[in-house]
């Protein structure tokens, strides 16, 4: 008799996990027909608010569980194992819901294959704060700070790897109590599904040490952000990094430099999606290197959108290593929309063959308001509101998605803007703190 219960999960408009539970032996018939879930609960915002939205209550979607996207982690001296599929909703007839946050994503890798045969790689940065510690904090980056909780560590190191999320590292980071994992990268879906899985172990694994880890971008208004930047690139048939051309000056093909610019003519549209909350604006912002402004750099930390060359010293190693970072991104996303509406700006940049902006290698902060004028660099929106506004004034951006699933997005987003404008900022940083 198999013990434990498997979750079968999938993430919504406003960057949650949600689940449904079986016992295992219900797994097999759940793989072919999934389960029902009422999609009004599409409209639900972080807390127990629902805003208004199109379904009634007949509509239902199956979550049907996609067996290459799950973690697992065995029992252990009394700990209960740890079992998560994600899913797709599946319209009865077995076609995608068009309001599927994993849906979008595998669209725009549809149209990134088929127009470009191209395949998308990418790994993100989980950073998050960790309370309920009884230590008293330690400096940043140093062997103490990891060393506060060493069993945490520890385990999760071992818990990612045996989730088979393949971990890179996990360091202490600037802020108090502040940790941050990266993992390999990986190909297309997985790529937003090993973002999901793993910031999910790693709350998993807090709990056994009685640690709550949060992921909100601002736990509190003079916390160290909490960015999930995004690194990746794009793959040809052969499996050759089609990002990487030697012979440019910024070592980016001409493809990427397209995609570059295409992300950076839609950023202010492109972050209701990717810092999609009231706290993602307190992130947000120069000299913190969460990036206040629609840039483009080298190596640059203050830059929304920058080249990262890889360390190698051999040829084959710095293609392989070269990639893209973009930074205005937090875990009150659902990393299917970061990744889908990422691809979706740049092919926009790439069809219209737009070209590279000149590279800023300051923080553009620093500069004159002329500069940046020259430079092309405009600010990030201060405000969910505005970010909502920029993409309803950017009708490419507003194609991406289906009517349904852009106006019931935007009418959840406007919900939660208005909720938090009734509150102090410091009770809205406390409320995501709790959720996210
Ligand atoms: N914590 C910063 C952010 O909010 C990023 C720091 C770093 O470069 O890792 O994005
Ligand atoms: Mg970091």
Redesign the pocket.
Request: aromatic share 14%.
């Given at each position: 008799m198999a013990y434990g219960i498997t979750m079968l999960g999938w993430v919504d408009y406003v960057g949650l996990t949600r689940c449904r539970a079986v016992p295992p032996q219900q797994l097999a018939s759940r793989l072919e027909h999934g389960l029902g879930w009422a999609v009004a609960g599409q409209a639900l915002t972080p807390f127990a608010e629902i805003a208004p939205n199109p379904w009634g209550p007949m509509a239902e979607v199956r979550q049907v569980p996609d067996p290459s996207a799950h973690a697992c982690l065995p029992a252990y001296e009394g700990r209960a194992p740890f079992d998560l599929y994600l899913c797709d909703s599946l319209n009865p007839d077995g076609s995608s819901w068009e309001c599927c946050t994993r849906g979008f994503l595998r669209q725009a890798l549809a149209a990134l294959e088929s127009e470009f045969g191209l395949r998308f790689f990418g790994a993100f940065e989980h950073?998050f704060t960790l309370s309920g510690a009884t230590s008293p904090a330690a400096p940043p980056f140093t062997v103490e700070a990891l060393r506060i909780a060493p069993r945490f560590t520890a385990d999760l190191a071992d818990a990612l790897t045996q989730a088979g999320l393949e971990p890179e590292t996990v360091e202490p980071?600037?802020g108090s109590m502040q940790y941050?994992v990266t993992t390999a990268p990986a190909t297309g879906l997985a790529a937003a599904d090993r973002a999901i899985l793993t910031r999910e172990v790693i709350r998993e694994v807090a709990r056994w040490h009685g640690l709550r880890a949060t992921f909100s971008p601002k736990p509190s208004l003079d916390a160290?952000?909490?960015?999930a930047?995004l690194h990746f690139s794009f793959a040809d048939a052969d499996g050759s990094n089609v990002t990487y051309d030697p012979s440019t000056s910024s070592q980016a093909s001409p493809f990427a430099q397209g995609f570059i610019a295409g992300v950076l003519d839609h950023m202010p549209a492109l972050v209701a999606y990717t810092a999609p909350s009231p706290v993602s604006y307190l992130?947000l912002g120069p000299h913190?290197?969460?990036c206040g402004f629609a840039s483009f750099g080298i190596q640059n930390?203050e830059a929304a959108i920058r080249i990262c060359p890889s360390p190698a010293r051999d040829p084959a190693g710095q293609a392989r290593g070269f990639n893209l970072e973009y930074?205005p991104a937090d875990a009150t996303a659902s990393p299917y929309m970061i990744v889908g509406a990422l691809i979706q700006a740049g092919l926009s940049g790439v069809r219209r063959q737009l070209p590279l902006p000149p590279a800023c290698d300051v923080d553009p902060a620093e500069l004159s308001e002329a500069r940046r004028h020259e430079l092309g660099i405009v600010p990030l929106p201060a405000t969910l509101s505005e970010a909502l506004s920029a993409l309803e004034a950017d009708a490419i951006a507003s194609s991406w998605m289906p009517e349904t699933m852009r106006r019931s997005y935007v009418d959840l987003k406007r919900l939660e803007q208005k909720l938090a404008e009734a509150q102090p900022p410091e009770e809205v940083c406390r409320r995501h703190a709790a959720v996210y």
């Open positions: 950073e980071e600037y941050e160290v952000g909490n960015g930047h992130r913190h290197w969460s930390r930074r």
